[in-house]
């Protein structure tokens, strides 16, 4: 799914800088893309697990926007997604997406 989000970005949104799938791919290769974010800043795609496992290199980064699809996975207030999701520094906007009628 991550790989479909990445192709829609690139196909509609040309300009956008550092368009990166954080995949459950090696721990050094997930390092590296951290570092180019921060420094370069971009668009991350990643799941709701990498969320959770990697919630310390994901919170000490600052977003402008926060974009989560299958939003009905974090209403429960009391799981440990949400509490992540909620954790991450988000200057502008969150977006929750859901076609599940909650």
């Not at 550092?18 to 668009?43: C, H, P, W, Y």
């Not at 919630?55 to 992540?84: C, F, P, W």
């Amino acid at each position: 799914m991550k790989g479909y989000w990445v192709t829609e970005l690139t196909k509609w949104c040309p300009g956008a800088p550092n368009i990166m799938a954080f995949t459950d791919s090696k721990k050094s290769e997930r390092e590296q893309q951290v570092k180019k974010l921060r420094r370069e800043g971009g668009v991350l795609v990643t799941s709701y697990g990498m969320v959770t496992s990697e919630r310390i290199n994901l919170s000490e980064m600052r977003y402008d926007v926060l974009v989560v699809d299958e939003g009905h996975k974090a209403k429960n207030i009391n799981t440990e997604l949400r509490r992540n999701l909620v954790a991450l520094r988000v200057r502008g906007h969150r977006l929750i997406l859901t076609g599940t009628p909650l």
